[in-house]
């Protein structure tokens, strides 16, 4: 990469199946095709795997020991001092807050750039605990930049920490052509928990199922909300309606299948399922929550947004687009220019800006 970095290092808290996980994974495998000297550090083990695969030229470390105690804490923290020595990267990138806050204790004293990203709305995202929520807002002072993917997001970070973030959207990864014909089948994609919704979308397709018996929905992803979210789908009686598949990798070929995808979530940082799903031509209904999808979706020109938390309104919704193929097939074939607006290399272009600033 010309007038570019030639040592990168990208740490997140682990490498699994998640939106940010991608995104990192992604940008690495970038570089590397780039030239540049990509390391991804983590700071959990080596178990379990990594879930997408990287560039073989990609040196991958782990950062030990495991555990919870403060005295593993440090350790990681020293080990990861020894790293920023060792490889003396032209920038450090580190996603989200777990990892944001060892990252830049590490980074003390070193002359090291550190950029770090919130890939969640602050004030929505309550999975973090105190002690973190307050480590956060000390250490990220200690930021060389901090990055949000938009500016609703950013504007909170200014307004109640006194940053000024720099805002990145996501980049849409090259993709296939869409292939296949599209089912009678809804999709939802993400991590089985609270955050994502989707206890309301088993609510709102009982309300639409009756009128609809040719379709059916999948919810593809892990997380400990399984179990809920099944009994939740026996209760009202979508057993044979609704599949839980799991873990795919092949998310491609279930967006081009589906005739439908919802993302019903309660927040958002920028959904990756949602720019996805899109830029494979499927015709999406998001719920128009803090903060992303009304970056990417203009509300009934390449997409549907509904109201945070209202099945009856998500309902409503997907049964007028149930009820129209022609509507479906508008949405999805405008939906499809995401590819143009996210693409990788115009992103890509931000970030680097964002770690070897001019």
Not at 52 to 71: F, K, W
């Amino acid at each position: 990469m010309s007038n570019g970095p030639t040592k990168l290092l990208l740490v997140a808290d682990a490498l699994g199946c998640g939106g940010s996980e991608r995104q990192l994974v992604d940008m690495a495998n970038f570089w590397a095709a780039k030239g540049v000297r990509v390391t991804l550090a983590t700071w959990s083990g080596p178990s379990p795997p990594d879930f997408y695969a990287h560039d073989p030229g990609i040196t991958r470390v782990h950062i030990g020991p495991e555990g919870a105690s403060l005295r593993s804490h440090v350790s990681r923290v020293r080990a990861m001092r020894l790293l920023f020595r060792g490889l003396q990267p032209d920038a450090v990138l580190s996603f989200l807050p777990r990892s944001n806050v060892p990252t830049l204790l590490a980074g003390i004293g070193l002359d090291v750039r550190i950029v770090v990203s919130e890939r969640a709305h602050p004030q929505q995202d309550t999975s973090l605990a105190l002690p973190w929520r307050i480590l956060r807002r000390l250490t990220y002072a200690r930021a060389d930049l901090v990055v949000s993917q938009t500016q609703v997001t950013a504007a909170w970070i200014r307004d109640h920490w006194g940053h000024a973030p720099c805002v990145i959207p996501n980049a849409l990864r090259v993709l296939p052509a869409p292939y296949g014909s599209r089912e009678n089948l809804i999709v939802g994609v993400g991590r089985l928990v609270r955050q994502k919704g989707f206890d309301l979308l088993l609510d709102a397709f009982a309300r639409v199922a009756p009128g609809f018996p040719e379709w059916r929905v999948a919810i593809l992803g892990v997380g400990p909300e399984h179990d809920r979210l099944v009994s939740q789908r026996d209760a009202l009686g979508l057993t044979d309606r609704v599949e839980f598949p799991g873990r795919v990798r092949d998310v491609e070929r279930w967006m081009s299948c589906a005739g439908l995808v919802v993302q019903p979530s309660r927040f958002e940082g920028f959904p990756n399922a949602v720019l996805e799903a899109m830029g494979m031509g499927a015709p999406v209904i998001s719920a128009d929550c803090p903060a992303g999808p009304a970056d990417i979706i203009e509300d009934g020109t390449n997409g549907c947004l509904v109201p945070v938390e209202d099945p009856l309104a998500l309902a409503r919704t997907m049964e007028r687009l149930l009820a129209d193929p022609s509507l479906r097939q508008r949405l999805g074939h405008a939906a499809i220019s995401v590819r143009d607006r996210f693409r990788q290399e115009s992103v890509m272009a931000q970030w680097h800006s964002a770690l070897v600033p001019a």
